[in-house]
């Protein structure tokens, strides 16, 4: 079982900054693609960033300038530095990992996601 942890949350004024970080662990044989996306109740889950194994990142139009997502390839974590963040930017923000796995029969690439975690920009 792959299982992702999202950190580093919270309540922050319009104008601040907070850092997400999250961890793949469990039957992980390579990761692809990782990346954030977040939702507001009653909203569409929307990307955010994403970044691939050899370093392509691809940015909403929305956070292009404040968002800057990163990654350890051999820590099987990506994080995203949100600065000069904005009321919009309130959700909950979920990473997501392309896992490549297996159950010890057969070994496909999964798409897998956190639980997500708050981040309210108060204005």
């Known amino acids: 079982q792959v299982q992702l942890v999202e950190s580093g949350g919270g309540l922050v004024q319009a104008g601040g900054s907070l850092k997400l970080s999250c961890a793949a662990s469990?039957?992980?044989?390579?990761?692809?693609?990782m990346g954030w996306y977040r939702q507001a109740p009653g909203k569409q889950r929307e990307l955010v960033a994403t970044i691939t194994s050899g370093g392509s990142t691809n940015y909403a139009d929305s956070v292009k300038g404040r968002f800057t997502i990163a990654r350890d390839i051999a820590k099987n974590t990506v994080s995203l530095q949100m600065n000069s963040l904005k009321p919009e930017d309130t959700a909950v923000y979920y990473c997501?990992?392309?896992?490549?796995?297996?159950?010890?029969?057969?070994?496909?690439?999964?798409?897998?996601w956190g639980q997500g975690t708050q981040v309210t920009v108060s204005s």
């Open positions: 469990g039957n992980i044989l390579s990761i692809d693609a």
């Open positions: 997501n990992a392309d896992v490549f796995t297996g159950n010890g029969i057969s070994y496909y690439t999964g798409d897998y």
